[in-house]
């Protein structure tokens, strides 16, 4: 069988804050998926709050996966850790902020030259609404200008 | 200069242009172009290239210090739960009494505990005792627990070192015995020890001794081959030498292996991961060269992939038998060039490419031995025998190995007839070029 291949990169502040030292602090992470709108429905399941995705990319040869790859490896040191394992989260030690994030995310796209396009911002951010239902693979490869633009 | 003027549409690699004379002639352009990128040029920062007698060392309280940064979230639970088990009273705090003491023991006074200890392997005992490798300052410490009740040192760990030494007494192989009448039983050896009186406890003791050990990463091993040689003037080491000369290719390169835990330099292109491939190459330093250089000059700006190593190594151990240099303007137009557009344009980096072969080798290779795909191994050249099928496919010109018609069988036809059909792009081109 084929290994399941994701089109949507995905860069997600989490709508709740967690506790660091004696501060609160939202966490900011990323990911890719086929399927944004269930992704972000999991991420509110199990958190119990209504989730966003701040930003969405998309690719139709599937580049957002190699992309991923690289934003990884480069995060090595800001990479929040769970019991001891690397997880797609920042940490929340780490000073990067979400713009940081997303301008590691577009400098790697620019670096791979390949076409990587984001959502338009009129449909962010993603949280998998009605009025979003139009954000698919589907039609984003049949009318890419009408919901993605060039990064 | 040639001009072009039509593309025959049904070989859309082949392109019929003007010569010089006037007349038409066909000329052969791959279908596809390598996008090359501006490198972004990151300082590399060489950790090995060090000079004689050049050390590197930190004090105990900035390792403590990198201890406790907050990132460092494990380490932190774990001192949180010490102290909620000790305030609720569930666990006691540790005692500084327990830690192994240090004495010279007779040997009359050490008891193995067959149940403890493993079987004695005399093979073992040879080779601690090697006398190409045997150096006295590396023997293990023979490790004991004290029973008050026996007064005996009861052995835990390292049975095979204790009876090295009074067998290297008996056999008059120490150089500087001292108090000692010939009898074995009344040499002393070193002996660090806990004082208990729970075989339990030694059984523990062994496992723990032998069980939960840190596995030596490979870039240690490289990183101390290289040190030996450049550091500490090691001129004997073969392997040190041969880490030296490998090492000295990345530097020239513009690159540098990281250890594993080295997250400050993961994030760089130039850093150096896969280094236990690396080494594989201590005797091939051309491959690795070729290695280097091919992915410079097309993914400047990624780290260099595992799966790199194995394709441009292999189209290095190819092309060098037949006798082509892969160095030249011709290799790279005819063949390099065209080859990473096909990587860049289907599968976006080497890893992408190498991710999908295996992939591609998996169904074939089920098809041919009717086995589920998660139980078939794909070959080593795979990667490099798919890319060349592909760049055959779309029209590539040059002399490719006899490999390029391997992973082809009667029954069930040619490695690229198993392509992911979720690949789509590459599928609709290679439609446009025929079936395989």
Redesign the interface.
């Known amino acids: 069988m084929a290994t399941r291949k994701k089109k949507f990169l995905y860069v997600i502040l989490t709508a709740h804050y967690f506790k660091v030292g004696d501060t609160f602090k939202k966490r900011l992470g990323y990911g890719v998926t086929d399927d944004p709108g269930m992704r972000v429905r999991k991420y509110s399941n199990t958190s119990g709050g209504e989730q966003e995705f701040v930003e969405l990319y998309h690719s139709p040869n599937y580049d957002v996966m190699e992309v991923e790859r690289i934003l990884k490896q480069q995060l090595s040191d800001d990479c929040h850790t769970i019991n001891g394992e690397e997880v797609e989260w920042i940490s929340p030690y780490s000073s990067l902020t979400t713009t940081d994030l997303i301008n590691m995310i577009e400098d790697i796209i620019h670096g791979l030259n390949k076409p990587v396009r984001k959502v338009k911002k009129q449909f962010l951010p993603f949280k998998d609404a009605e009025w979003q239902d139009v954000i698919d693979s589907e039609n984003i490869e049949l009318y890419p200008n009408e919901y993605t633009e060039t990064v | 200069m040639a001009k072009t003027i039509t593309k025959d549409e049904t070989i859309p690699s082949i392109v019929i242009t003007n010569s010089r004379k006037g007349k038409l002639r066909k000329e052969w352009i791959f279908p596809f172009n390598f ?1 090359f ?1 501006t490198p ?1 040029g990151e300082k590399v920062i060489h950790t090995l290239k060090r000079k004689p007698g050049e050390y590197i060392s930190s004090t105990v309280a900035e390792k403590l210090s990198q201890l406790t ?6 380490w932190h ?1 774990t001192v949180a739960k010490w102290k909620e088990d000790i305030a609720a009273g569930r666990k006691d705090k540790p005692s500084r009494k327990m830690r192994v003491q240090y004495k010279m023991v007779q040997v009359k006074n050490i008891v193995i505990d067959d149940d403890v200890q493993r079987d004695l392997d005399p093979n073992w005992v040879a080779t601690i005792g090697n006398p190409n490798e045997f150096e006295t300052e590396f023997m293990s410490t023979i490790y004991c627990m004290f029973d008050p009740n026996t007064k005996k040192y009861i052995s835990i760990n390292a049975q095979h070192t204790l009876i090295l030494e009074v067998a290297f007494a008996t056999n008059d192989l120490w150089d500087d015995l001292e108090n000692y009448n010939g009898d074995p039983d009344e040499l002393y050896v070193p002996v660090t020890f806990f004082p208990d009186s729970s075989r339990a406890k030694c059984r523990k003791g062994f496992q723990v001794f032998n069980g939960k050990q840190k596995a030596i990463e490979p870039y240690v091993n490289h990183k101390m081959l290289v040190l030996a040689y450049r550091v500490d003037v090691d001129r004997k080491d073969k392997d040190a030498e041969k880490a030296h000369n490998l090492q000295t290719i990345n530097e020239d390169e513009g690159f540098e292996p990281i250890s594993k835990d080295d ?2 330099n ?2 760089y292109s130039w850093a150096i991961t896969c280094v236990s491939e690396m080494m594989g190459h201590y005797d091939r330093l051309d491959r690795w060269r070729f290695v280097l250089r091919t992915h410079k000059r097309y993914w400047p ?3 260099l992939d595992i799966a790199e190593i194995d394709l441009y190594g292999f189209i290095y151990d190819y092309f060098k038998d037949m006798k082509y240099d892969m160095y030249s303007n011709e290799f790279n137009d005819k063949f390099l060039n065209p080859c990473m557009a096909i990587i ?1 344009k ?1 599968f ?2 080497p ?2 490419f190498a ?1 999908d072969s295996a ?1 591609v080798q998996k169904r074939f290779s089920s098809a041919k031995t009717g086995l589920p ?1 998660d139980k078939c191994k794909i070959d080593d050249n795979g990667s490099c025998v798919y890319l060349m099928k592909l760049y055959r496919h779309f029209g590539g010109q040059h002399e490719l190995p006899l490999y390029v018609n391997n992973l082809n069988e009667t029954r069930i036809g040619d490695l690229l007839n198993y392509i ?6 590459l599928v609709e081109e290679m439609e446009s070029y025929g079936n395989p």
Do not use: L, Y
């Open positions: 996008e990128v972004t940064d907050p990132k460092n979230t494990k639970s997250k400050k993961k994030k700006n990624i780290q860049w289907f976006t980096t890893h992408g991710s992939g795909e992911d059909t979720d690949r789509e792009s």
